[in-house]
């Protein structure tokens, strides 16, 4: 099967849910393949958003782009409604003054049809998601 990038809304996938949203840097920047626009959060924590891909898919690599967020977790659904996560990765990152975060992590057991990223805590009262990446095949769609 040919890899491919899971999470562009040009290839389906979709921001569901977010737990805030700023006009000028909604949730749906996350998943737009533009390196220029992101989601902000809108201050206290945890803050959470949902991908959805609208198939089944088996991820290999994630890569997460970020400004300022402390620790990250990563929940994944092989349901067909966004229900029923179990717990995946959990990832401290390094604060990068000045710069975004960029976190590689190799993923295990990568089936899903939603993921549900959690920022538990940030380094400052607000915390910008650049992108999500997500490397893998498509499994099925969903009937």
Known sequence: MRKTELCLSSEGSEVILATSSDEKHPPENIIDGNP???????GMFPQEFIICFHKHVRI???VIQSYFVRT???EKSTSEEPVD???WIEKDLVHTEGQLQNEEIMARDGS?????FIIVSAFDHFASV???SAEGTVVSNLS
């Open 36 to 42: 220029d626009t992101f989601w902000t959060t809108t």
């Open 60 to 62: 290999e690599r994630l």
């Open 72 to 74: 990250l977790k990563i």
């Open 85 to 87: 996560f179990e717990q």
């Open 112 to 116: 899903a049809t939603y993921l549900r």
């Open 130 to 132: 650049h992108s999500v």
